[in-house]
């Protein structure tokens, strides 16, 4: 079945650091999109890529869609402390199905 | 305000005892869906409803009911709840098949 991984599971990173996660999935996505869970909430949606080779930025935050539609990047540049949480991928099957699967998450610390 | 509210928030349960969690949205979303979080694994889908009386399995099914009479409700029933049920489980809902996810804010569930 179709499948996402995420890594790396977890990232430390020293305030002012860059961190990058990435996705890749075993079939080809219509679509991605990323969420944000903060420690002890719950995921709350950051952004969707539909176009192959799609860039989108917020802010600190820019995001990636593969040329090939099968992986993901999300960068976040100079990490503050708010920036804590665990990041997921979701991807868009193209099957039909209208179903998404999450990646496994990638949890961020930041040291102050 | 838009929301997606689920109860409760913290269940701790016995092997065997029956139980349902609720999950109810005011986004008027046709789109419905339940996930487990457990550590390493990501967001994985139990259960999701596509429309009222429309319901089909995700990818952790097995030992999970859902039921889906109004547009708004869509609970979580577990039969005979087991040690391996002990999870965090979110309710999502949404308003059509590139639309985010909403997500409420979570059950943690402990089976002893």
């Known amino acids: 079945g179709q499948q996402v991984m995420q890594i790396p599971q977890y990232q430390h990173v020293q305030e002012g650091e860059d961190f990058t996660t990435y996705c890749n999935s075993s079939?080809?996505?219509?679509?991605i999109q990323w969420y944000k869970q903060r420690p002890g909430g719950h995921p709350v949606f950051l952004i969707q890529l539909v176009k192959s080779g799609e860039v989108k930025k917020q802010k600190r935050l820019t995001f990636q869609f593969g040329e090939a539609k099968k992986n993901s990047s999300l960068h976040i540049t100079a990490t503050q402390t708010t920036d804590v949480g665990t990041y997921f991928c979701?991807?868009?099957?193209?099957?039909?199905?209208?179903?998404?699967?999450f990646g496994t998450g990638t949890r961020l610390k930041v040291l102050a | 305000e838009a929301q997606v509210t689920q109860n409760p928030r913290y269940l701790i349960t016995v092997t065997g005892k029956k139980l349902t969690v609720t999950c109810s949205q005011n986004?008027?979303?046709?789109?419905m869906s339940w996930y487990r979080q457990d550590p390493g694994l990501g967001l994985r889908q139990i259960y999701y409803s596509m429309n009222v009386e429309v319901t089909d399995k995700g990818d952790v099914p097995e030992g999970y009911k859902v039921s889906r009479k109004e547009k708004r409700n869509f609970p979580l029933i577990l039969e005979s709840p087991s040690p391996n049920q002990t999870s965090l489980y979110f309710c999502?809902?949404?308003?059509?098949?590139?639309?985010?996810?909403?997500f409420g804010n979570g059950t943690r569930l402990t089976v002893t």
């Open positions: 979701a991807g868009g099957a193209t099957s039909g199905t209208y179903k998404y699967i």
């Open positions: 079939t080809t996505l219509s679509n």
């Open positions: 986004m008027n979303h046709e789109y």
């Open positions: 999502a809902s949404r308003d059509h098949y590139n639309s985010p996810l909403h």
